[in-house]
């Protein structure tokens, strides 16, 4: 009887499915653009990440070699491995950084997304 109850029960759940997470069927964030921000802006403490909507947020840091102290959002939009789909907004007190700074970190985390995506043999 109580076999019969739960089998009963758990039918009416979805049939045996694991419900999907919400939200998750939605996640669009290149991975290599994600270990790659990690990577590049590693001097800077994170703040948040969240992978189902592609944003890191970074506190303050300074990299190495450096005097000033800059802090860092990435949102990442789109799951291909493309320079629009990557969106970094650099910092330095309440000021933003020059455009070449900046073009100059995105290049830096293209390129070592390039590198992470073919030592994972995805080419």
């Not at 076999?3 to 939605?26: D, M, V, Y």
């Not at 944003?55 to 990442?76: D, K, N, V």
Request: net charge neutral; aromatic share 6%.
């Amino acid at each position: 009887m109580l076999l019969g109850l739960l089998t009963l029960t758990f039918a009416a759940c979805g049939g045996g499915q694991a419900p999907t997470p919400r939200g998750a069927e939605n996640v669009a964030v290149n991975r290599y653009l994600w270990a790659a921000s990690l990577d590049v802006l590693d001097f800077l403490p994170v703040e948040s990440a969240d992978p189902f909507t592609g944003i890191i947020t970074t506190g303050f840091g300074t990299p190495p070699g450096g005097g000033r102290a800059y802090r860092a959002t990435i949102h990442i939009t789109d799951p291909a491995m493309d320079a629009r789909s990557l969106n970094l907004s650099l910092q330095t007190g309440n000021a933003l950084v020059a455009v070449e700074t900046r073009r100059a970190v995105e290049d830096a985390i293209l390129a070592r997304a390039r590198q992470l995506r073919i030592a994972d043999g995805a080419l």
